[in-house]
C-alpha cells in the first residue's frame, strides 16, 4: 500500500517536499512514479525512478525544478519541489510497478497508486 504525503498550500516560488511510503511490502525492487493531476485535466507524469542503481526521469515541465530520491532503509520515495508555480497545483499521487528499471509514464505500467495529496500553490 501506498501513501503520499507532504501537500498544503504554498507561494509561488516555495519548496515543497512529498512522501510516498509504503506499507506491507518493501518498494526495494520497484520503480516509483508521481503524477498529478489538475481539475478539468488528464493525470500526467511528473517523475519516476528505478530500482538501483537509480535513474531517474522528469516531465520537461518539471525538469530542473523537481528532484525524485528515494530511501529504501525508510521504504519511502520523495520528489522535492522547488521553485514551485502556480501551474503546478495539482493533486499528486505516486504509483509502482514491479518493472524495476522502468522509469517513463506509461499510466498502464504501473500497478499500484497510493492517494494522492493535495499541492495548490499560490501567485
Known amino acids: 500500500q501506498l501513501q503520499a504525503s507532504g501537500g498544503g498550500l504554498v507561494q509561488a516560488g516555495d519548496p515543497l517536499r512529498l512522501s510516498c511510503a509504503a506499507s506491507g511490502g518493501s518498494l526495494t525492487l520497484y520503480a516509483v512514479g508521481w503524477f498529478r493531476q489538475a481539475p478539468g485535466k488528464e493525470r500526467e507524469f511528473v517523475a519516476a525512478?528505478?530500482?538501483?542503481?537509480?535513474?531517474?526521469n522528469y516531465a520537461d515541465s518539471v525538469k530542473g525544478r523537481f528532484t525524485i530520491s528515494r530511501d529504501n532503509a525508510k521504504n519511502t520515495v520523495y520528489l522535492q519541489m522547488n521553485s514551485l508555480k502556480p501551474e503546478d497545483t495539482a493533486v499528486y499521487s505516486c504509483?509502482?510497478?514491479?518493472?524495476?528499471?522502468?522509469?517513463?509514464?506509461?499510466?498502464?505500467?504501473?500497478?499500484?497508486w497510493g492517494q494522492g495529496t493535495q499541492v495548490t500553490v499560490s501567485s
Open positions: 525512478i528505478t530500482r538501483s542503481p537509480d535513474v531517474t
Open positions: 504509483a509502482a510497478t514491479r518493472q524495476g528499471r522502468y522509469y517513463g509514464g506509461d499510466l498502464g505500467t504501473y500497478d499500484y
